[in-house]
């Protein structure tokens, strides 16, 4: 598909397409077979929802209470964002000024990002403030952990077992890959969750411009019908900040186009198409980072750069023999941008900073 290059608000609330913008993506190579997990049914009627957060309502007005995690008065002020903030700050690309506790759902590609001598992104987060701890296959309640394709973000994030998930999510502090820890743990619970399905997403069927809609399986419009549905859930707890990364890219072009397609509408369309006024939930377009040397999603001369039509559709960075995991030299890359990316997002979510 034909793209330019635009420097604009990718990935974050409020973006939209008037300003063509351009793509991005990470993630993550491993020892580990990235195989597609057994697809949970996508849910075709939507789960009686908990009432929405009222946008920029500084607690979270969260589901009901659970035996599995009941209601919680507001953690601390400084973690949790302010009603308003003037349209005059600029985006902050520093690190928080407050250790923040952060946990990424991943498989293997994501064990790799993390991985000390692959994409050192664990090491790198602990020295911008942030304590990270993972899930992996076999973790957690019913072995959630082991369900992380884009078909499954519905059990885990709106299903009747969500309340259980999420209450492990929260309280998990452990480690599930290996990779460096700089910090010590601060406490409390995890305020930043980061998910991520591994390459095989990036095989969608259908046509790029496909509308949302229910189905089965992996397609373009079954995956945006999926997505529309977790903001549901996100918008009932502002006190927490969604990180979305966006699937790897693969080697075979045969979905190469339909990846692409998705992945800029999740990344600029997504949460405008949706009217989603809160400020805590982010996309961060790995898949578009690993499509070439010169694609990229960044912090960069004060903006938020999206540059997708300077590589392929497929991945530029596989790990050697033809495996589709991503490459140390790939990972390395999207931590670089990943960062200073990261930041902006976690100051406009807190208040302190612009936003995109």
């Not at 049914?41 to 939507?46: K, L």
């Not at 507001?74 to 308003?84: F, G, H, N, R, V």
């Not at 692959?118 to 899930?135: A, I, Q």
């Not at 549901?232 to 045969?254: E, W």
Request: hydrophobic residues 35%; aromatic residues 10%.
């Amino acid at each position: 598909m034909s793209n330019t290059k635009a420097t604009h608000h990718a990935g974050f609330p409020g973006s939209t397409r008037g300003i063509l913008p351009l793509t991005i993506a990470l993630i993550f190579a491993t020892s580990l077979a990235c195989n597609l997990s057994s697809a949970s049914p996508t849910p075709q009627t939507e789960p009686e929802q908990v009432e929405a957060a009222t946008p920029g309502q500084p607690t979270a007005q969260a589901a009901a209470p659970t035996p599995a995690e009941p209601a919680q008065p507001p953690q601390t002020p400084a973690s949790l964002p302010t009603p308003t903030q003037p349209a005059s700050k600029s985006l902050n690309p520093d690190p928080p000024d407050h250790v923040m506790k952060l946990i990424f759902i991943h498989h293997s590609t994501g064990e790799n990002w993390l991985a000390d001598d692959n994409g050192g992104l664990g090491r790198t987060l602990g020295e911008k403030n942030y304590f990270v701890s993972d899930t992996n296959y076999g973790w957690g309640p019913d072995g959630i952990g082991d369900r992380t394709d884009i078909v499954n973000w519905p059990e885990w994030f709106r299903s009747d077992n969500t309340p259980v998930y999420m209450d492990a999510l929260f309280n998990e502090s452990g480690q599930n890959a290996p990779y460096t820890r700089t910090l010590s743990d601060p406490g409390g619970k995890n305020e930043i969750v980061m998910f991520k399905s591994c390459f095989p997403n990036s095989n969608l069927e259908g046509s790029p411009t496909d509308l949302a809609a229910p189905g089965e399986g992996l397609t373009v419009s079954n995956a945006k019908f999926i997505y529309d549905g977790l903001l549901k859930y996100f918008a009932t707890r502002p006190d927490k900040l969604f990180i979305v990364i966006t699937a790897p890219p693969v080697q075979d072009p045969t979905f190469a186009d339909n990846a692409r397609a998705f992945n800029m509408w999740l990344t600029q369309d997504w949460l405008a198409e949706n009217g989603y006024l809160e400020r805590n939930v982010a996309v961060f377009d790995f898949y578009n980072v690993l499509t070439g040397p010169d694609n990229h999603h960044r912090f960069h001369d004060g903006a938020i750069e999206h540059i997708t039509d300077r590589g392929r559709n497929t991945s530029y960075y596989p790990t050697d023999g033809g495996d589709d995991h991503p490459s140390p030299a790939g990972n390395q890359k999207a931590t670089a941008e990943f960062l200073p990316w990261l930041n902006v997002a976690v100051h406009c979510w807190l208040g302190d900073g612009g936003c995109p």
